[in-house]
Nanobody
Framework: QVRLQESGGDSVQAGGDLKLSCAASNMLCGMAWYRQTPGKQRELVSSISSDLITTYTDSVKGRFTISRHNAEKTLYLEMKSLKLEDTGVYYC???????????WGQGTQVTVSS
């Protein structure tokens, strides 16, 4: 069982930056950030394996950085040059199971306005 709690969501203007955090009860697995916007399916934004291999969806490459601090049991998502389309609820996930993840946080809202 992995408990996850996201924080750091906020309302920002386009072009601004935010850093999301996800406090985890343990950091034994690969982890990821997803986001969901109204009317759309949950989207994998970025992932990081236990050996630090990262992936990013094309729309955030060069703007977002995922990182993990195992000693602090925290997953981060640093988001720069935010765009309107980055708006959504961001979820932290842990322990890949097939094409999905087994454990999920409750989400944190990111709103980007013009």
């Amino acid at each position: 069982q992995v408990r996850l709690q996201e924080s750091g969501g906020d309302s920002v203007q386009a072009g601004g930056d935010l850093k999301l955090s996800c406090a985890a009860s343990n950091m034994l697995c690969g982890m990821a950030w997803y986001r969901q916007t109204p009317g759309k399916q949950r989207e994998l934004v970025s992932s990081i394996s236990s050996d630090l291999i990262t992936t990013y969806t094309d729309s955030v490459k060069g703007r977002f950085t995922i990182s993990r601090h195992n000693a602090e049991k925290t997953l981060y998502l640093e988001m720069k040059s935010l765009k309107l389309e980055d708006t959504g609820v961001y979820y932290c996930a842990a322990c890949r199971s097939g094409i999905d993840y087994k454990y999920w946080g409750q989400g944190t809202q990111v709103t980007v306005s013009s």
